[in-house]
């Protein structure tokens, strides 16, 4: 983007100065015409260049110790395109005051297959316990493929959340299929939020039973078990994925 900026910079001045010396020579005004064209061409070459480049995002991330001193990098990762995205890979490097790299760490997102707009939760854990108070600032790259999009078709129902008096906490539902076709492999993925909307923690759990068929129901349980974060916890959305498919985000306020 740095480019883009100093290459439109350079053009409007150019049209600039053109302008400036259109009445005293005709190089001016040939000046102009190309200027022009080519300010032309670069407006309408952003467009391509942003959708490139942008067929994700990366939001709210945020590093955070835990109870047994490993650093978590939480984050979501958002599909921005029209096209599903699948065997998404992270790896952020994460570097200390002068930049020199500490370490190098993947991991994929919870939700492996991403439809359009859809996001999943991540979670990088810098496993050094011995360099993390070095640590300062960190930066991403990820691998994808464009893939098959999942139909939205499990749907999450009757759920309740509580924190028992040892610190944990609690959160128990349903599934149910509503497609035609059997559903292996379920898996529900809770994302706990702060009041600032930071990400906390991630938990996630298979249904019982995992293989729910068409018009059946699994029930699942899931257990944040960080007494450090349990009583931060300001709301939490819900995710279900299959081998076939996906639920809607499911957003629940404490």
């Not at 407006?43 to 990366?58: D, Q, T």
């Not at 599903?84 to 991991?107: E, P, Q, V």
């Not at 028992?164 to 609690?170: A, N, P, S, V």
């Not at 299929?177 to 990400?199: E, F, K, P, R, S």
Request: net charge neutral; proline share 2%.
């Amino acid at each position: 983007m740095k480019n883009l900026s100093f290459i439109y910079n350079f053009l409007k001045n150019l049209l600039y100065y053109s302008f400036q010396n259109y009445h005293y020579h005709s190089l001016g005004r040939i000046s102009i015409r190309i200027s022009i064209i080519l300010l032309f061409l670069f407006l309408l070459y952003i467009p391509f260049y942003v959708s490139g480049n942008e067929l994700y995002s990366i939001n709210k991330t945020k590093l955070q110790e835990d109870q047994f001193g490993y650093l978590h990098l939480f984050g979501e990762i958002r599909n921005n395109s029209e096209k599903s995205l699948t065997n998404i890979t992270l790896s952020a490097k994460f570097f200390d005051l002068n930049n020199n790299i500490l370490g190098t760490y993947s991991r994929s997102p919870e939700i492996n297959t991403l439809n359009p707009n859809q996001f999943s939760p991540f979670e990088i854990i810098y496993l050094n316990r011995d360099t993390i108070d070095k640590v300062r600032n960190f930066s991403f790259s990820v691998d994808y493929k464009v893939g098959q999009e999942k139909s939205n078709l499990l749907s999450i129902d009757h759920i309740n959340n509580r924190l028992d008096f040892t610190g944990f906490y609690y959160i128990n539902g349903e599934i149910t299929n509503i497609g035609t076709n059997t559903a292996n492999n379920v898996t529900v993925v809770a994302t706990i939020y702060d009041l600032d909307g930071n990400i906390l923690g991630i938990t996630k759990a298979i249904t019982e039973p995992f293989v729910i068929g068409s018009k059946n129901i699994a029930a699942f349980g899931l257990a944040i078990n960080d007494k450090t974060i349990a009583f931060k916890i300001k709301d939490f959305t819900l995710q279900a994925y299959s081998d076939i498919y996906l639920s809607n985000i499911h957003t629940t306020k404490k």
